[in-house]
């Protein structure tokens, strides 16, 4: 017997959404399929509708998620920079101290 091979979530999900949109799909074509021809167009015309709501509910949910991992790249930086501040400020000043003598002013 072989292991399961392990996925991403992120395949995972895509894959989740994929089936979502393709069941939705088949009830849309089913709806229409046993209406009357004369509802038939605005079955067609909700599908669409929904079709074009779906795109834009996965174009924010992609704009979220890239403005998301901007923020947490910020604050990961800005989290470095100060704690290599603190660590330059908490030094001990033997280190300091160690630097070239100043001259004496004639």
Known sequence: M???????ATKRIRAAQKRARDAVEEGFNDLERRMPSNMRSAVRE??????????????????????WRRFQTQMRRDGVRLLQ?????????????RSSPRRKKR
Request: hydrophobic share 30%; glycine share 4%; net charge positive.
């Open 46 to 67: 909700m599908g669409k509708n929904l079709r074009g709501f779906q795109q834009q509910i996965e174009k924010n949910r992609k704009d979220r998620e890239a403005r």
């Open 85 to 97: 501040r603190l660590e330059k400020a908490l030094a001990p000043s033997a280190s300091r101290a």
């Open 2 to 8: 072989t292991a399961r091979k392990k996925v991403s």
